[in-house]
């Protein structure tokens, strides 16, 4: 090659150069890459290691992260997904990995170690506190079996999770990261610990959680426990909240599992959060009722005086029943609106509690917060069909309900009660209905009608039943004496 050089025109070689042949530049310049590149491989990076790097690349199946070497790490993509299933990093988010493979080409990277590995393996995660992937095989008194790095250690119950555990059968199968707690017998002596791992990804969380956390805000959440004063709610994994029994529901609740369940899904909102600054001792105040709102600021929108609906009596005193007509909206029926047919002495005669009655509105007081409600108004009035029925001098039959000394009270029909004076019973002389007793059915006649006092006045239907009846009804039709005569007609009698 360097003879046809030298034969091309305008070449002259410079006096005393020597040449060098091809094979030395090519060594040379080897040489010169090998100084300048290395092998690639950094001699302080060990399997085990824990490096931070920046995710450069997101490829199909795996995740390239900036290792700080001249070899990038790659992790696969799966390690890397949220709970949703969906990658929870981003190019040029940073990322903390072990190495769990090296080579002098790849550096294979992961969250925990996992797979084949030896003693020394062991020695360095029990030592750098480095995370090791572990399987549960089985259940044993006290714990579980755990086969890691193709050995067989040891997790205490109570260090599997940070909560307690009801069901461990449920763990067996799972293959989960853990901690090397002890690590005695040249490696027959192994104690794991899941809960440290989970503490301290709960305690990086929940710093997180209370950067943005702020009383008024709507959360996602789940009930995890129900205690007699209330239910405890995980807002985020290790991060719960309480919600008093009084802000469960609008409507009234006597046990929180009337209002919420255990594992039920729903949303809070935050009432108030205590020691904020401290994340561990940090108690948040939630509501589930005021998600939606106060129901009284739109009651008069929904309810109308005579509306008939449908509630449920909630709490029964002396004067009343409370009846809940919609959540947190209560009404109080007044014992003298629970019947139009009889007459309610207690109002347990009337409704029970628990019970689902038909009520009209009788009147809203929103500011207040009181609504007046009506039973006997969604019955008819047998009051207002009286006169048609039972107009005066008809004859009927009736039942005793009550012996008073000045008269009898005689019920015509359900609702309808009548008073025989008992100065009409004497004279008309009519054993049977003098010593009539209550539950007895008695012949009668309607002397007097008043349905607006609701009153009927009843004689006996005896021999002077008749003359009774005409007497009242000549008695009707005179027009009224004036003070001056009623007063001499009086003296009359007496002289």
């Not at 689902?356 to 969604?378: A, F, G, N, P």
């Not at 005896?462 to 027009?479: I, L, M, S, T, V």
């Amino acid at each position: 090659m360097s003879d046809r050089i030298s034969d091309e025109p305008g070449f002259e070689e410079e006096p005393g150069e020597e040449k060098e042949d091809g094979e030395g530049m090519v060594e040379e310049n080897f040489e010169e890459l090998l100084d300048a590149y290395g092998s690639g491989m950094d001699d302080s990076l060990a399997v085990g290691d824990k490096i931070e790097g920046t995710i450069i690349s997101i490829g199909k199946d795996a995740v390239y992260i900036d290792t700080g070497t001249k070899i990038d790490g790659a992790v696969d993509k799966e390690e890397l997904v949220d709970e949703n299933g969906e990658l929870a990093y981003a190019e040029g988010d940073k990322v903390e990995l072990y190495i769990v493979a090296l080579s002098e080409h790849e550096i294979r990277l992961s969250k925990a170690l996992s797979g084949i590995g030896g003693l020394e393996m062991l020695r360095d995660a029990f030592h750098g506190e480095v995370p090791v992937e572990g399987k549960v095989i089985a259940t044993q008194k006290g714990g579980f079996q755990v086969e890691v790095l193709q050995r067989r250690a040891f997790c205490p119950v109570s260090q599997i999770d940070v909560k307690y555990v009801e069901s461990p059968g449920e763990f067996v199968g799972q293959a989960l990261e853990f901690l090397i707690v002890k690590l005695e017998d040249n490696g027959r002596n192994i104690v794991l610990s899941r809960r440290k791992l989970l503490e301290a990804e709960i305690a990086e969380t929940r710093a997180k959680f209370f950067e943005t956390l702020s009383a008024g805000q709507t959360l996602d959440g789940v009930v995890t426990k129900l205690m007699p004063f209330g239910a405890f709610i995980e807002l985020a994994p290790g991060i719960e909240g309480m919600a008093h029994i009084s802000e469960l529901s609008w409507s009234r609740v006597e046990k929180p599992e009337e209002a919420v369940s255990a594992h039920q899904k729903l949303k809070v909102k935050v009432l108030g959060i205590e020691n904020a600054d401290t994340p561990d001792r940090a108690k948040i105040s939630l509501s589930v009722k005021q998600i939606d709102g106060d129901p009284w600021e739109s009651v008069e929108d929904r309810f109308q005086a005579g509306q008939k609906v449908d509630g449920k009596v909630v709490r029964i005193a002396d004067f009343g029943a409370f009846v809940e007509i919609a959540p947190g909206i209560e009404g109080l029926v007044h014992i003298s609106e629970l019947s139009h047919t009889r007459r309610i002495p207690k109002v347990e005669d009337a409704v029970s509690l628990g019970e689902t009655v038909q009520v009209s509105v009788k009147e809203i007081d929103s500011s207040r917060r009181r609504i007046s409600l009506s039973i006997k108004d969604t019955e008819q009035d047998p009051w207002k069909t009286v006169a048609e029925k039972f107009p005066a001098g008809t004859k009927t039959q009736g039942m005793v309900v009550k012996k008073e000394s000045f008269g009898y009270f005689i019920e015509l029909m359900e609702g309808v009660t009548g008073l025989m004076p008992k100065s009409k019973i004497k004279a008309a002389g009519v054993p049977e209905i003098d010593n009539a007793k209550v539950g007895d059915t008695v012949p009668v006649t309607v002397l007097q009608v008043d349905r607006d006092a609701r009153r009927i006045t009843l004689v006996p239907c005896g021999e002077d039943a008749d003359d009774n009846w005409r007497e009242f009804k000549q008695a009707e039709e005179k027009p009224p004496m004036s003070d001056l005569a009623a007063k001499l007609q009086e003296a009359l009698k007496k002289k």
